[in-house]
């Protein structure tokens, strides 16, 4: 960050006007040129702070910048207004100094915003505290309501201030602000009625229609639209980067925070509706018997609407538009009013209406504001008043505005001249006369009761008998006439006679900044600003409270024929008051300058800022300030600046400050003419001496920059170079064991490389060595192996040559012996040996062959079908025959063990066998079943003991069978009876007779060739049991069901044999029908079991599972 300790660092151009060398107009507007292109838009002359707009927002208002001026000398920082500020508050807490800062410049210069940055800086130095903030919070925010109400858009600013305001703000002993008072000064109020092209009215009416709520629209009876209002100008009614709905909720905000009540606020915006409604009345004429015309309301609605916004009588206020009463002494003289006249009395009111409000304000902010404490208080006052002005039409107003200026440019010369004789005489330095231009004329020229320009319009006004601004202008040309600052074409001084820029209705003013022209037209009635009294009065019987409080001269109980002041009369006596105010207190001054005439930032009109300088008077300023002694400064920081231009006070004095400076000078040479020694100050009367000091200064500096420039660079270089030497020691440290390092594990790699070249040399000689001798081992044994082989062999062959040898003898030796034997028995061997070998042998075989079948002998059972193989071919039929009588023999063995009853069984079974031996498919799996007979234990059952005790004789079967219902195929179970005689049937669980069937009643019995159990009992026709027609029945001991029947029925001699028929298809009578009871081998989809069902009437089907 840049480090300034003086305002002379690092100056552009130049930061005090005083020190510019040469001073001339030109250099002193290049100088302001150059700074506004760098952003510097402060510049002092002396103690005064020149400012120049720069239309565009700058980052030195921060709160940083407030803590870098706070406390710090005037001239100790490049100027800015905070420095101005900073002092201010400063003098006014430490030497209990009351201040004015005077801000001074034209319309859009930036003098507003100037006071408004002074007062920030003030209230963000100053204590700190609940109160203290609630205080500078109001005296803050005082500031947007009275812009909202006094500032409007014009050509030349878009937030211009149409009036002047002083605000004093009031200090406690510690600095802490109480309060404030604010003043007014001239309301532009002609703005209400009447806007220059491309300027507006005054915010407020804009803020309003654009910001308030439908609601508070319709209360107030407005409308939205801003060309539904004559008093609003429309060409420029929106302006660029201004929020009028935005402003006024800041407005509104502001308005509470300085204490205003709602209803006030209320009335305030009623008023301004009702003002706004009043600009929409117009009038028409209406002719009179008198031949004169009077002027009538033409729509009344706006009439009607404003009335009742203000709470007036609409009958009154109209007939206040069409007569004016007129009261003289103790008459009362009623005038009708002319169109032109009801549009006068209106804007009048308007106007009235507008600036009384104005003025009501401010006094309610000030009421607000104003210190709660009768302490005594030190006062710092801030004037924001408008410029000089000159316009190419130049009216009352300016003049008026003009000659406040005119006072204000005398007072800042008064005053700076005051000051700087202070500051002489404080000092002791002899005081000079100066010479400068004073303007005491001029205020003369204007203010004099006598004959000033004033006083001879309040006389004018006030003169009985016809007054027009001409009779006014002709009395200025005769008592003005010799002023050599008035000029007129019809004076007396025949000096103007001929000066054609001079028109005739106009006179001239020779104003410090320059010559002004005024058009006398208006002024009489501008400073008449009269309000009939009708008017007045209808306003005051308004039933509104604010109304009635800013009309209180229509208050007929005082009734006041004496005319009111004149506007000019009350300006002069403000003006007065404020002068008087400012010159009691330390001034303070902000000159503002506007750059350009297009609200522009970066342009630099010259014209237009050189035009400003002028009338400013700043060249006169600098002028004052040097006519003395240009710079002045205390000898410490003096000393400080330039002590080392000078051996003794380099780097160090010890003495007094002032000693310091006097060798110093001394040694430079400074002649004597050119400084005055003051009491805390060194004064400098040339700015070249100071420049003078300053360059020796810079060299010197430079010098001294280039000695801790070589110093510095030595050191730096030397250190460097050790750092170097010592990195350079560490790295060839390093370095070296690197290399040797890399050397070792060189060294290291080769030797490992030749020792495994060695070993591996070593090796395979070892390698070869042991190889030739396993190689040699090997031979010998394959040598010795061969050896021992060929040896066995050998020896093999001479023991087989020596076997066969023996072998060959025996042999011999044997055919020998046979020979020999055959030779001696051939003579009985030829007779009967042959047959008895012969059948010594076949006995032999036989023996043989019974004793091996013994052994070989199959079980004793008859179902053994095992029997050896005959090992002798001519032994084949012996041996099955003997297989044929074993198997008999067998069998009687296994029959002579049976009982009667098991035989009576075993008949059965074969009877059974007879019957179905392949041609039922059940039959099969009976075989293996013993025929029990008695399955339901019928003679031990106690749930059959009725039933047995009705069976007359022997049962020889009991089971349970299912009876095949005729209807439906299903199965009811029923116990199956049968004895030697008859067949019964019976229920299942009672054991009742169901069916009693005598043998010889059944003719025969029908079965299928599948594996089912069913079968049909087939009746004798005509026997009494086949009432009911033929059984259906099944059972799982089907076969030995039927074979017992069977074999019964054969026992029983007295009846045919039952026929027992096997077939799959076969007819059963059942009552009267004959059905055919059909099976057939079911699809595996009806699973395992057998099921039957009736198809119809003729065909009971019985599906029996695949086999
Ligand atoms: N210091 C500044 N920094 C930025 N902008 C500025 C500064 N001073 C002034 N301006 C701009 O210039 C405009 C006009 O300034 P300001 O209203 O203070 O002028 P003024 O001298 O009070 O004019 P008038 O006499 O018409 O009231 C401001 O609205 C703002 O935009
Ligand atoms: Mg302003």
Redesign the pocket.
């Known amino acids: 960050m840049e480090v300034k300790t003086s305002l002379l660092d690092n100056m552009i151009g130049v930061g005090d006007m005083v020190l510019l060398e040469p001073l001339s107009e030109e250099s002193f507007i290049e100088n302001l040129k150059k700074r506004f292109d760098h952003n510097e838009?402060y510049t002092y002359i002396g103690s005064v702070v020149i400012?120049m707009?720069?239309?565009?927002?700058?980052s030195i208002y921060s709160a940083e910048k407030v803590e870098e001026y706070r406390n710090r000398n005037f001239y100790e920082l490049s100027p800015h207004i905070y420095a101005l500020a900073d002092e201010a508050y400063r003098s006014l807490r430490h030497q209990d100094k009351d201040q004015c800062i005077l801000i001074t410049?034209?319309?859009?210069?930036?003098?507003?915003?100037?006071s408004k940055?002074v007062m920030s800086y003030v209230a963000a130095v100053c204590g700190k505290g609940q109160e203290v903030n609630k205080v500078k919070e109001q005296l803050l925010q005082s500031n947007p309501v009275l812009e909202a109400f006094g500032?409007a858009k014009?050509v030349?600013?878009?937030?211009?201030?149409r009036f002047g305001k002083y605000m004093d703000i009031e200090f406690d002993f510690k600095g802490d602000p109480l309060g404030g008072v604010i003043s007014n000064y001239l309301l532009e109020k002609s703005r209400v009625v009447k806007q220059p092209r491309g300027e507006r009215n005054f915010h407020i009416f804009y803020q309003l229609l654009s910001g308030a709520s439908d609601d508070m629209l319709k209360k107030l009876k407005l409308d939205r639209d801003f060309s539904k209002y004559n008093y609003l100008s429309l060409d420029s009614a929106t302006v660029n980067g201004l929020d009028d709905a935005a402003s006024f909720r800041t407005v509104r905000n502001a308005m509470q925070i300085v204490g205003f009540m709602e209803d006030e606020v209320q009335s305030i915006l009623e008023l301004i509706a009702a003002v706004l409604k009043l600009g929409n009345i117009e009038f028409k004429p209406e002719s009179r018997v008198n031949g004169f015309d009077e002027s009538r309301v033409k729509d009344k609605n706006d009439l009607k609407e404003m009335c009742e916004l203000l709470g007036i009588e609409q009958s009154v206020l109209e007939r206040a538009f069409s007569f004016r009463t007129v009261e003289a002494k103790m008459e009362k003289v009623s005038t009708t009013l002319n169109v032109a006249q009801a549009y006068y009395a209106r804007d009048a009111l308007a106007k009235n209406l507008y600036s009384r409000l104005f003025t009501w304000l401010v006094n309610r902010i000030n009421e607000s504001i104003k210190a709660q404490t009768k302490t005594r208080k030190k006062v710092m006052g801030v004037l924001?008043i408008?410029?000089f002005e000159i316009f190419e039409d130049n009216s009352f107003e300016q003049f008026i505005i003009n000659y406040c200026n005119e006072k204000l440019q005398q007072i800042f010369i008064e005053l700076t001249l005051r000051e700087e004789q202070e500051e002489y005489i404080r000092e002791g330095i002899e005081w000079t006369n100066i010479e400068y231009f004073n303007n005491a004329i001029i205020c003369d020229l204007i203010e004099n009761n006598k004959n000033g320009i004033l006083a001879m319009l309040d006389e004018e006004c006030l003169r009985p008998g016809t007054v027009t601004d001409e009779t006014f202008l002709d009395k200025l040309n005769t008592v003005c006439a010799e002023h050599q600052h008035f000029e007129s074409r019809l004076s007396k001084n025949s000096k103007f006679l001929t000066d054609h820029s001079l028109p005739h209705n106009c006179f001239r003013i020779q104003h410090y900044a320059g010559k002004v022209l005024y058009r006398v037209e208006g002024f009489v009635d501008k400073n008449n600003d009269l309000l009939y009294r009708d008017l007045s009065q209808a306003m005051y019987k308004a039933n509104h409270n604010l109304i009635k409080l800013l009309f209180p001269e229509g208050n007929p109980a005082k009734v006041n024929l004496k005319r009111p002041p004149t506007a000019g009369f009350q300006f002069r006596a403000s003006v007065g008051t404020l002068m008087k105010n400012l010159l009691t207190k330390n001034p303070n001054y902000i000159r503002?300058i506007k750059p350009n005439d297009k609200?522009a930032a970066h342009i630099f009109t010259d014209s237009l800022v050189c035009h400003q300088v002028r009338y400013l008077g700043l060249m006169e300023n600098v002028r004052v300030r040097r006519a003395g002694y240009a710079f002045r400064q205390a000898y410490e920081p003096c000393l400080e600046r330039y002590k080392m231009l000078c051996k003794q006070t380099w780097p160090h004095w010890k003495g007094p400050a002032r000693e310091g400076v006097e060798v110093l000078l001394s040694d430079l040479q400074v002649p004597a003419e050119e400084f005055a020694y003051g009491r805390s100050k060194i004064f400098i009367r040339n700015p070249r001496t100071l420049f003078f000091l300053e360059e020796k200064r810079r060299q010197c500096l430079e010098d001294l920059a280039a000695l801790i420039q070589k110093i510095y660079r030595g050191w730096k270089c030397r250190t460097h170079f050790l750092l170097l030497k010592k990195s350079q020691v560490v790295v060839a440290a390093w370095y070296r064991r690197f290399a040797q390092q890399k050397k070792y594990q060189k060294i290291r790699c080769s030797a490992l490389v030749v020792q495994s070249f060695i070993r591996g040399w070593k090796a395979r000689k070892l390698l070869r060595e042991l190889k030739h001798k396993k190689r040699c081992e090997e031979a010998v044994t394959t040598i010795s192996a061969y050896w021992h082989g060929t040896q066995a062999r050998r020896e093999l062959k001479r023991l087989k040559e020596e076997a066969r040898r023996k072998h060959a003898i025996a042999v011999i030796w044997a055919y020998w012996l046979g020979l020999k034997v055959r030779r001696e028995y051939r003579k009985f061997f030829r007779a009967n040996a042959g047959k008895k070998i012969y059948d010594f042998t076949i006995q032999r075989i036989i023996q043989k062959y019974y004793l091996g079948l013994k052994k070989t002998m199959p079980s004793m059972s008859p179902i053994d079908k095992s029997w050896s193989t005959c090992p002798y071919g001519f032994l084949d039929g012996t041996h099955q025959e003997l297989r044929r009588i074993f198997h008999l023999w067998r069998c009687k063995k296994y029959r002579s063990q049976f009982t009667e009853e098991k035989k009576a069984t075993y008949e059965e079974k074969l009877a059974a066998s007879e019957l179905f031996k392949d041609k039922k498919a059940l039959y099969p799996s009976s075989v293996s079943q013993p025929f029990k007979g008695d399955y339901v234990e019928i003679t031990k059952n106690p749930k059959y003991q009725k039933l047995n005790s009705l069976v007359e004789d022997k049962v020889l079967l009991a089971d349970v069978v299912s009876k095949i219902n005729r209807a439906n195929g299903k199965g009811t179970p029923r116990i199956f009876l049968l004895t030697k005689k008859c067949l019964v049937l019976a229920d299942q669980k009672t054991g009742q007779v169901k069916a009693s069937v005598p043998l010889p009643d059944l003719s025969s019995v029908f079965v299928s060739t599948q594996n089912d159990g069913f079968f049909a009992l087939k009746l004798r026709e005509g026997a009494t049991s086949a009432a009911k027609g033929d059984y259906l029945l099944s059972s799982d001991r089907l076969i030995e069901i039927i074979t017992k029947l069977y074999c019964t029925g054969a026992a029983s001699a007295e009846r045919n044999q039952i026929k027992i028929d096997i077939s799959d298809e076969f007819l059963v009578q059942f009552k009267q029908d004959k059905v055919c009871v059909k099976f057939i081998q079911g699809t595996p989809k009806n699973s395992n079991s057998v099921s039957c069902k009736r198809k119809n009437n003729r065909l009971l089907e019985v599906s029996v599972p695949s086999p």
């Open positions: 838009i400012s707009n720069p239309y565009k927002s700058l410049g034209e319309s859009g210069a930036g003098k507003t915003e100037a940055f500032n014009t030349r600013n878009d937030n211009s201030s924001d408008y410029g503002c609200k």
